[in-house]
């Protein structure tokens, strides 16, 4: 096989350098059924002519004195000249294997690293948006949810704001007054095409498409560490800076997708699916307002 490939790469190398459809043969200028000895005396008198010696300044002539050698040989040898011979009837494969390509192309160390983190940053990215499709289906789920129970099944819009509570799915439980509920309730409010989470504290946090976390190159795994240490350089540099800066504090009490590093936010206590947690910074990121001392209807 490895015979194979030094013929594989002479082939390419002549045609590259005596032109296209050059052959061992021609460029000895020999018949193919020629002896060994013809061969012989065509590669002296080739040689002759080739030679660094006779051709000063010539760029690449000792390359191409060199390959005549080695072609020389491989058609004095009787078994390299019939591998020759099938490839020079046959033609040289356009795929010549696995083999051939990684011993002349052999990857370093950096080459496999930076291949593995561009291939891990793209399924990462195309795990985000995977998650992120799956939120904006369930955040419209629950808004669809909310609007039916304010309204009915029928979705005719009512004035005012509803209170309403909907069912996030879960694991069944009692409520309390001992009956068994199908899943976990949480408490919403419905005000025209708007939909919101009441949270503990009385305010209100909108449930729409910008609750849901968009896909970013900037939150796979190696971009997020090569800017996590950038910041790190960057706050310990500085003077008088407080080692807790640069940290949001909505980052806090996220719950991640099941997908580590996917970026997308799933369902956590007191908040639903795709939602961001209660905080003021991620409710005004949302473009959501807050509400207190929320009416019931």
């Known amino acids: 096989m490895s015979e194979d490939y030094?013929?594989?790469?002479?082939?390419?190398?002549?045609?590259?350098?005596?032109?296209?459809?050059?052959?061992?043969?021609?460029?000895?200028?020999?018949?193919?059924?020629?002896?060994t000895a013809e061969i012989?005396?065509?590669?002296?008198?080739?040689?002759?002519?080739?030679?660094?010696?006779?051709?000063?300044?010539?760029?690449?002539?000792?390359?191409?004195?060199?390959?005549?050698?080695?072609?020389?040989?491989?058609?004095?040898?009787?078994?390299s000249r019939k591998r020759y011979d099938f490839f020079y009837k046959n033609g040289v494969p356009r795929w010549r294997g696995t083999g051939y390509y990684y011993a002349r192309f052999r990857?370093?160390?950096?080459?496999?690293?930076v291949f593995l983190t561009i291939l891990s940053s793209v399924l990462q990215y195309a795990i985000q948006r995977v998650n992120y499709g799956k939120d904006l289906k369930r955040i419209e789920t629950i808004r669809h949810q909310a609007k039916?129970?304010?309204?009915?099944t029928k979705l005719i819009p009512v004035e005012g704001q509803r209170k309403v509570k909907v069912n996030l799915g879960g694991s069944p439980r009692l409520d309390d007054e001992g009956n068994i509920i199908?899943?976990?309730?949480?408490?919403?409010?419905?005000?025209?095409?708007?939909?919101?989470?009441?949270?503990?504290?009385?305010?209100?946090l909108p449930v729409n498409e910008s609750s849901a976390v968009r896909p970013s190159l900037?939150?796979?795994?190696?971009?997020?560490?090569?800017?996590?240490?950038?910041?790190?350089?960057?706050?310990?540099?500085?003077?008088?800076?407080?080692?807790t800066d640069g940290i949001d504090e909505d980052d806090e009490g996220s719950v991640a997708s099941d997908v580590p590093g996917s970026g997308a936010v799933t369902p956590s206590e007191g908040s639903s699916a795709g939602v961001k947690p209660a905080s003021r910074k991620a409710t005004a990121m949302a473009g959501g307002r807050r509400r207190k001392n929320v009416r019931k209807r």
Not at 17 to 25: A, I, R
Not at 65 to 78: E, H, N, Q
Not at 189 to 201: A, R
Not at 224 to 232: G, Q
């Open 40 to 79: 012989a005396r065509a590669y002296r008198k080739k040689s002759m002519i080739l030679h660094p010696d006779k051709n000063p300044g010539v760029k690449g002539a000792h390359e191409r004195f060199a390959r005549l050698g080695v072609i020389s040989k491989i058609l004095r040898d009787p078994e």
């Open 107 to 113: 990857p370093g160390i950096g080459s496999v690293f």
């Open 218 to 243: 900037r939150k796979t795994w190696f971009l997020a560490l090569v800017s996590d240490l950038i910041s790190k350089v960057v706050r310990r540099d500085s003077p008088g800076t407080n080692a």
């Open 6 to 35: 030094e013929i594989f790469d002479l082939v390419s190398a002549i045609e590259t350098s005596e032109g296209k459809g050059t052959t061992f043969y021609s460029w000895l200028n020999v018949p193919p059924s020629a002896t």
């Open 148 to 152: 039916s129970a304010a309204w009915g």
């Open 182 to 204: 199908g899943g976990k309730m949480i408490d919403m409010v419905v005000e025209g095409e708007d939909v919101f989470i009441i949270e503990p504290d009385g305010s209100l």
